[in-house]
């Protein structure tokens, strides 16, 4: 059981869930994992938990990841960015809050390239879901409401100039 479920706590599970992965490029493995681990947490450290996870998905609905993920995942609807955020979740915070810091980044992360050019999208929806499956009891209806974040789309498609990223991407060259 963890002590508390603030944002370190979440990402010392992640960890876990990652080092108790067999392959930790399959995010739906470490997902599994974290939400094993949390089964075995109290109501109130889950409830955190669901809230911590939301507050990741609030910190990273920005329009430059979301065009690094339409590039990479060749689209990205609404849903497609929640689950590719939930794929980044997965990567762990040094990651996650390194693409955050700069969307780019994402080109150097390894297998991103590949998965790009074989058609693979990366995402994770088992992710969002880590805090709902243990929980199948009343706890459900403590959960607090999922973040509605305003952001506005100001970016467009590929070939023009949203940022480096996809001017890379587009001209294949290495980052």
């Known amino acids: 059981m963890l002590a508390a479920m603030n944002k370190e706590q979440f990402w010392k599970l992640i960890e876990k869930a990652r080092d108790r992965a067999p392959d930790t490029r399959e995010g739906s493995d470490i997902a599994a994992h974290a939400s094993a681990l949390l089964a075995r947490c109290s109501a109130q450290e889950i409830t955190a938990a669901q809230q911590t996870l939301w507050d990741l998905m609030a910190d990273s609905y920005q329009n430059p ?12 609807s609404d849903d497609g960015f929640d689950y590719f955020r939930g794929w980044l979740i997965v990567q762990g915070r040094t990651t996650f809050e390194r693409v955050l810091a700069d969307p780019d980044t994402l080109a150097e992360l390894p297998g991103v390239r590949t998965a790009a050019n074989e058609g693979i999208d990366l995402d994770c929806e088992d992710m969002l879901s880590i805090a709902w499956t243990p929980t199948r009891r009343p706890l459900v209806r403590n959960f607090p409401p999922a973040p509605s974040p305003s952001v506005t789309r100001v970016w467009t498609l590929p070939g023009t100039s949203i940022s480096t ?7 294949g060259s290495p980052p």
């Not at 990841?65 to 990205?76: D, F, P, T």
């Not at 990223?165 to 001209?171: G, Q």
């Open 65 to 76: 990841l979301w065009a690094a993920a339409y590039v990479v995942n060749g689209g990205c």
């Open 165 to 171: 990223i996809v001017k890379r991407w587009l001209a």
